[in-house]
């Protein structure tokens, strides 16, 4: 009877982690929000997530091909892809290798958006009454304050021209001059209203995308605009079942009006025109043969 006990009592590790190891790692966090550590690893759930193999297998060639073109040692990147009629996530990628680097950059990587938080401030203008018709003054540099100056990525300067055009152009002192009209404020509402959840001072700088953001809320906000201005939560899961296959869990759709449909739409001709009217992005949008609208905006 000395016969030491063989336990098996399972692990409460991140080792099985599956065929998309970030994906796994989110939702065992997701779970964890409502259910006790040994359910999620023990209780026997049957869980049934958004995720799409082929998108996925997409968006992890998308993110390889496009790192191993730049060629730049230790640099990183993320991409979020959600289906703005459901809010579902179809494809997530998190970073390169999760051997290396259990971070999940598209959840809890901290970046700064840059000009891709653009998209917010023309929200909040054109729901402010502002007609992206109206002519700015996008010359560089611009003294704003006595120890604020702001300049156009590689100092160009623009012109008078429209807050379309400099949208296109991605004028950061037009855009500047926009937050100061309509305050920072509006601003950091529209992006609430539209799915970012971080604490986004009102400041008018916070138009320059200086606050960081995780790439998950930046796709769920930009799939409102997609929605026609219809909020959607990003949902990671759509049903749950216990170890005897009872459901415990069913998402069920629930979107909010967060922008009126007629701003949403506005706002969205505006950021096509970037796609379509912006050299670059253009270029590589024709290279696709993508035969669909498109709209989106660049941020550095």
């Not at 399972?10 to 065929?19: E, L, R």
């Not at 409502?34 to 968006?59: C, N």
């Not at 998308?62 to 993320?78: F, T």
């Not at 970012?196 to 995308?209: C, F, H, N, Q």
Request: glycine share 8%; with cysteine.
């Amino acid at each position: 009877y000395n016969t030491p006990l063989e336990l098996n009592p399972g692990s409460n590790t991140m080792s099985n982690t599956g065929v998309y190891p970030y994906w796994t790692q989110y939702i065992k966090e997701v779970l964890s929000e409502d259910f006790s550590s040994d359910t999620v690893m023990k209780g026997g759930l049957k869980v049934y997530t958004t995720i799409d193999p082929d998108a996925q297998q997409e968006a992890q060639k998308a993110v390889s091909d496009r790192l191993e073109a730049i060629g730049q040692e230790g640099l990183e990147s993320a991409l979020v892809a959600v289906d703005p009629s459901t809010g579902y996530i179809k494809a997530m990628v998190g970073g390169s290798d999760f051997s290396k680097n259990q971070v999940n950059l598209a959840t809890q990587g901290m970046r700064q958006p840059g000009s891709s938080f653009k998209a917010f401030t023309l929200v909040a203008a054109i729901r402010d009454g502002m007609d992206p018709d109206v002519y700015l003054n996008c010359n560089s540099p611009l003294k704003v304050s006595s120890n604020w100056t702001v300049k156009n990525y590689g100092g160009v300067s623009y012109g008078t021209i429209t807050l379309r055009k400099a949208t296109e152009l991605s004028s950061n002192t037009g855009y500047v001059q926009v937050a100061q009209a309509i305050g920072g404020q509006k601003i950091a509402q529209a992006a609430k209203d539209m799915g970012v959840t971080e604490d986004l001072p009102a400041y008018d700088s916070i138009t320059l995308g200086t606050i960081p953001v995780p790439v998950v809320q930046m796709a769920e906000a930009y799939a409102t605009l997609a929605a026609n201005g219809q909020h959607r939560d990003a949902v990671a899961i759509t049903r749950i079942e216990d170890r005897n296959g009872n459901k415990v869990y069913e998402h069920k759709d629930s979107p909010t009006t967060a922008v009126d449909p007629s701003v949403a739409y506005a706002a969205t001709k505006v950021l096509q025109g970037v796609i379509s009217n912006s050299g670059a992005t253009a270029s590589v949008i024709k290279n696709y043969g993508i035969n669909q609208p498109i709209a989106g905006k660049t941020g550095t």
